[in-house]
């Protein structure tokens, strides 16, 4: 079975300072990950994905998560945050093998103050 | 390009009667998925639509709730004898396919059962 945890609900930052949501997984084989972003009252919107090859994926915005395999995390990060980027970010896992649906997590809410 | 549309955005409807919502995913997109998203909670799986084959129905909650896509293209969530509890935003996504590709999302439809 594969299954993604977020283990914050809520992460705080100040405008200007660097930005972290965290987001481990697990799956038997191999992982497709994702990172989407929920702006309020708006669908979701892609972001970013792991596929392979370099570790570090960089995406829309700013965003960038690093793959790390031995810690099965992959971690949503930014240099230097805005107050725009506060809303509801979603990390999803799929193994690569297979045909399973893809799997979110619960969600981070990331709250920038300026 | 045109992305996923949905409707209707909002539904209201008595405890008991019947819903339908529609979605239009994005022009050659092969799959097809409907999430379900309670208030501040994350995406729970539906059901999934790939090409001619037999969707991937393990995600619906009860044999009121069923789906179909009608010549790949456009697809129809079903609610029969609606209760309370299926008071959610309902999304839908479509993509390139399984595997590797990401899923672009529609706005919703946010259904409300009194």
């Known amino acids: 079975a594969q299954s993604v945890a977020q283990p914050e609900d809520q992460v705080n930052v100040a405008e200007g300072n660097p930005l972290t949501v965290k987001c481990t997984y697990s799956v038997s084989g191999n992982p497709y990950l994702f990172w989407y972003v929920q702006y309020p009252n708006r669908g979701l919107q892609f972001l970013l994905k792991y596929i392979t090859g370099d570790n570090l994926v960089k995406g829309s915005y700013g965003f960038e998560a690093e793959f790390n395999k031995s810690q099965t995390s992959f971690h949503l990060k930014k240099p230097s945050a805005l107050v725009s980027d506060s809303a509801l970010y979603f990390c999803a896992v799929r193994d690569a093998a297979g045909n399973t649906p893809l799997v979110f997590g619960k969600g981070t809410r990331l709250s920038v103050i300026a | 390009g045109a992305g996923v549309s949905q409707s209707p955005s909002n539904k209201v409807t008595e405890k008991g009667k019947d819903v339908e919502l529609r979605c239009d995913p994005i022009?050659?997109?092969?799959?097809l998925y409907w999430y379900r998203q309670s208030l501040g909670q994350g995406l729970e799986f539906l059901i999934y639509f790939q090409g001619n084959s037999a969707p991937d129905k393990s995600g619906l909650p009860s044999d009121r709730f069923s789906a179909e896509r009608t010549g790949g293209s456009v697809s129809t969530l079903t609610i029969q004898r609606t209760q309370q509890e299926d008071s959610a935003v309902y999304l839908c996504?479509?993509?390139?396919?399984?595997?590797?590709?990401?899923?672009?999302f529609g706005p919703g439809t946010r259904l409300t059962v009194t």
């Open positions: 996504a479509s993509s390139l396919g399984q595997g590797p590709y990401e899923q672009y």
């Open positions: 022009s050659g997109h092969t799959a």
